[in-house]
């Protein structure tokens, strides 16, 4: 059985760091796409950032909102996708999923771009609340 399992989140001032991660169990991602999706209260789902695999030089993939303030990485040794959030702002509020887009091994690198619809597995997100 495939689980995703996040970690990491809390309440931190605006200003903050918070490092979310998540790991994976019951089957190998090292070749897909590992991503981070966020729901705030009373909105839909959005992108945060995604992570190719290394078959895609791990090239890193951001929404315009958190650009230059979050930083996505991997460790498929452990397993385990991280979320570098820095420079917290009370828009950051939202539960933060953990999700995989399951890739064909042919993938053109260049043409792809992730979006929340083409995710494949869920996790059961952790709540990040940025207040003063």
């Known amino acids: 059985q495939v689980q995703l399992v996040e970690s990491g989140g809390g309440l931190v001032q605006p200003g903050g760091s918070l490092r979310l991660s998540c790991v994976t169990s019951g089957r190998d991602f090292e070749n897909d796409v590992m991503a981070w999706i966020r729901q705030a209260p009373g909105k839909e789902r959005e992108f945060v950032a995604a992570?190719?695999?290394?078959?895609?030089?791990?090239?890193?993939y951001y929404a315009s909102a958190v650009n230059y303030r979050f930083t996505i990485s991997r460790d498929d040794t452990k397993n385990t996708v991280y979320l570098q959030m820095d420079y917290l702002t009370v828009e950051d509020t939202a539960v933060y999923y953990c999700?995989?887009?399951?890739?064909?091994?042919?993938?053109?690198?260049?043409?792809?771009?992730?979006?929340?619809?083409?995710?494949?597995?869920w996790g059961k997100g952790t709540l990040v609340t940025v207040s003063s």
């Open positions: 992570i190719a695999p290394t078959s895609g030089r791990a090239v890193g």
């Open positions: 999700a995989v887009d399951v890739v064909d091994r042919n993938t053109d690198w260049g043409r792809y771009t992730p979006t929340t619809n083409a995710m494949d597995y």
